[in-house]
């Protein structure tokens, strides 16, 4: 009975209800009633139906604070934009910082290589995608792009059906370093000219690290650049104390110097 009076507290609107009933199963509902976020929970019941999530992977992305995750790199809007159209204009609004690889099951005490990380990843892929968001799929590893006279290889590529765009992403393990932008900035452009179809938009480039440098972001091709980012992952599910101060520190340090909220967050 707590429970049912919960629910109609939490949608006092009695249309809604009805229509909520329908969509989603009672325990989604007893994961999401627990969202303080009145904006928040509206992203979960939204992505929990167009995206089919389990009770299990809702409840998941709620204790990763998923919604705050994706809002920590968007720009000073409070919301996450839900028309179809601003999605494919804003690669953004599916960035999320930082990311969470706790599905890896790799201890923080062990040493692993950028490789060990990649070949994890791809042994769990479905839960990468999961984590990833909506409208991404996988392309290749190691892909290879080749000019006449080299071939270069990036560590993951994936498209978004949603942004219409490839997603290539670099995954550094330590602190981001203007040689890791620089490099991701070649990789974009090469796969623009010699890989994107013509129509689509251009080429995401996200370097997933786990360190960052604002001061690097600031002063690289990265803060003035709409197609690349970079963003932190962690190899655990912190508390949720520890995300919402991760989050506010990564904001906080961007406020202090002048980065573009939204870029490199």
């Not at 490789?115 to 042994?123: D, H, K, M, T």
């Not at 892929?125 to 999961?130: I, K």
């Not at 974009?188 to 960052?212: Q, S, V």
């Amino acid at each position: 009975m707590r429970n049912f009076r919960q629910f109609y507290l939490t949608h006092p609107d009695i249309q809604k209800c009805y229509a909520l009933r329908s969509k989603l199963s009672w325990t989604h509902h007893r994961t999401i009633m627990r969202v303080e976020n009145e904006r928040a929970r509206e992203y979960y019941i939204r992505e929990a139906e167009e995206q089919n999530w389990s009770t299990r992977v809702l409840e998941r992305n709620v204790n990763s604070l998923y919604y705050e995750r994706i809002l920590s790199s968007n720009d000073k809007k409070a919301e996450v934009q839900y028309s179809a159209e601003q999605e494919k204009n804003r690669p953004e609004d599916f960035i999320k910082d930082p990311y969470v690889f706790e599905f890896l099951n790799i201890p923080q005490s062990i040493n692993i290589s950028e490789r060990n990380v990649e070949s994890a990843l791809i042994q769990n892929l479905q839960q990468f995608l999961l984590e990833l968001g909506k409208g991404f799929s996988f392309v290749g590893r190691q892909y290879r792009v080749s000019t006449e006279l080299e071939h270069f290889y990036i560590d993951l590529v994936f498209y978004n059906y949603l942004l219409k765009s490839f997603v290539l992403i670099d995954l550094k393990v330590g602190k981001l370093t203007h040689q890791d932008i620089g490099q991701m900035d070649m990789y974009r452009r090469l796969f623009d000219d010699l890989k994107k179809p013509e129509g689509d938009n251009p080429t995401i480039g996200i370097i997933l690290c786990t360190e960052k440098s604002e001061t690097v972001v600031k002063y690289s091709v990265m803060n003035d650049s709409q197609q690349l980012f970079a963003t932190k992952y962690m190899m655990y599910l912190p508390s949720e104390e520890e995300l919402v101060a991760e989050i506010e520190r990564e904001k906080n340090l961007l406020r202090e110097q002048g980065v573009t909220y939204g870029k490199g967050v």
